[in-house]
């Protein structure tokens, strides 16, 4: 791969990091002013099934990340969650949203997050694809005819004896990772503040 190469790929992942966090913000700011139609025991079962998407996401992302921890454009990395699924990072980080989402007390919202990063990061995939099958060739090729993009195939599931990894990355995955818990304080706050009269409801979620 040519530094050039290198830098232009650089480059659009930040922005893509960067075009998700300010649409995700956005959201977040209108949601501000919803209010969830559920009764309070629905609110509260669909607000901990959030909280369970995103410990799953948080821990999908770390286990993806203990094998492909920076070789992603050095090597076909084909073992653990990657011998199941071509994208587990965005997969995980996928559930997580739907998690956040889900804080709100809507499922509504919570699949609305969901399918925003689903979107984006079937955009972003693609443009690696081509960047990747330049890189790696042929087993790049052999790897993605047999190992689907996003939905796992658990039946193809293979691993290693020992995976090594870099910690810098894995601990930069988990703070990452733990960005995803703020919305649990955030949207009670919300909600706390909706109910003393403080934030007004503009619209109504299911």
Not at 22 to 37: E, G, M, P
Not at 50 to 68: E, K, N
Request: hydrophobic share 50%.
């Amino acid at each position: 791969m040519s530094d050039e190469n290198a830098k232009s790929l650089a480059s659009y992942q930040s922005a893509r990091r960067f075009v998700l966090a300010l649409l995700i913000a956005l959201i977040c700011f209108v949601l501000v002013f919803a209010a969830s139609l559920q009764n309070e025991l629905m609110h509260e079962r669909i607000e901990s099934l959030g909280l369970a998407l995103i410990l799953v996401g948080i821990g999908g992302r770390l286990w993806s990340i203990l094998y492909i921890g920076g070789r992603k454009s050095a090597e076909v990395v084909s073992t653990g969650p990657y011998s199941v699924m071509r994208n587990p990072l965005y997969f995980f980080s996928t559930i997580a949203a739907a998690g956040v989402g889900a804080q709100t007390g809507s499922y509504v919202v919570a699949t609305l997050f969901a399918v925003l990063c689903a979107i984006v990061f079937h955009v972003v995939a693609l443009r690696e694809e081509r960047h990747l099958k330049a890189t790696l060739g042929a087993p790049y090729l052999d790897y993605i005819g047999r190992v689907p993009r996003f939905l796992p195939n658990p039946r193809l599931f293979r691993d290693d004896c020992e995976v090594t990894f870099r910690p810098r990355l894995f601990n930069t995955t988990l703070l990452d990772g733990l960005i995803f818990l703020v919305s649990i304080p955030f949207f009670e706050l919300i909600e706390e503040g909706q109910e003393i009269g403080l934030i007004p409801v503009l619209f109504w979620l299911y």
